[in-house]
């Protein structure tokens, strides 16, 4: 049996290319494959393989004092969802620009970030005030279209880079002063969103212990989160029930769907929503009239 495992630490790191390395060496001594990303502010990976190699991986990354309490993440999938072992060394841990600026790191985590809730206290919170509680979508925007927490804030964001400019914007005073509770898949971007809010001005901010895969292991498609979860491996979407609920619309017909595929213009390559049956006309996997026209001129040239 085979699972993958999702799971970060921001922690100070004194020395990421020994922890590079000895993370390489001890992935690759199990057969995992999987994505870890190390900084001087910690670790940040997914890993999938044989269950007793992600359990005994857990064990020795814990032996490393600044690892020992790091919340590990399940989720059903293998090692085969990746395509390598890939262990590198970042200035950051996740994709803002130069936002290792914007916060520091201690033993206990970012310094100044929002106070964290487990998924009950969230439900907790909504139930007791309404509509004074705003959830703030911390992934790019194109996640968000096949699934997001109910009435939630979406930025105009297609990376994780344009979040500081969303930020600095006036679209998002009138939330200042409400109770904010930020998500993102796994709760690292939050970490960081979380901070950020606070040192511009939001007043009251929380993020998902866990991101939305712990809210989804707790209440699966039965509280506050709708529709499906966007991943960054071969299985591109999950589900946390048999009756989760599709929101994402097909670029083409507008029928309802979470599938995304990659635009066959090549030099494009952004993911497009499209449902099975806009899937099966070559002309439609494009993610505009724009790349289907320059991508038949480039056949033209090559004739």
């Not at 130069?98 to 998924?119: A, C, Q, Y």
Request: proline share 2%; charged share 30%; net charge neutral.
């Amino acid at each position: 049996m085979q699972k993958i495992l999702l799971y970060y630490k921001f922690t100070p790191i004194a020395d990421p290319e020994a922890v590079k390395l000895w993370q390489k060496t001890l992935c690759d001594s199990l057969g995992l494959k999987g994505r870890i990303l190390v900084s001087r502010h910690g670790l940040n990976g997914t890993v999938g393989g044989d269950i007793e190699a992600c359990k005994a991986y857990i064990k020795a990354t814990k032996q490393y004092a600044p690892f020992k309490d790091i919340v590990w993440k399940w989720s059903d999938g293998t090692g085969e969802d990746f395509p390598r072992m890939s262990v590198k060394v970042r200035r950051e841990l996740v994709g803002f620009k130069n936002s290792d600026d914007e916060f520091d790191v201690n033993m206990d985590g970012v310094i100044g970030g929002g106070k964290h809730l487990k998924p009950e206290q969230v439900n907790e919170m909504v139930e007791k005030y309404g509509d004074d509680v705003v959830f703030f979508d911390g992934r790019n925007e194109h996640e968000a279209r096949i699934g997001r927490f109910k009435n939630a804030v979406v930025p105009n964001t297609n990376t994780s880079r344009d979040f500081i400019a969303e930020l600095e914007s006036d679209k998002y005073d009138d939330l200042k002063n409400k109770k904010i509770i930020t998500y993102c898949t796994g709760g690292i971007r939050c970490e960081v969103i979380s901070s950020m809010m606070k040192k511009r001005g939001f007043n009251e901010v929380y993020q998902i212990d866990g991101g939305i895969v712990k809210y989804g292991e707790k209440y699966g498609d039965d509280g506050l989160w709708e529709g499906s979860l966007r991943v960054f491996d071969n299985r591109m979407t999950i589900d946390f029930s048999d009756h989760a609920k599709t929101i994402g619309e097909c670029t083409h017909c507008k029928g309802k769907t979470s599938n995304f595929e990659n635009c066959a213009y090549a030099q494009c390559n952004d993911l497009v929503l499209i449902c099975e049956d806009c899937k099966k006309n070559p002309e439609l996997l494009y993610h505009s009239e724009n790349c289907r026209n320059q991508a038949t001129e480039r056949k033209l040239q090559t004739v």
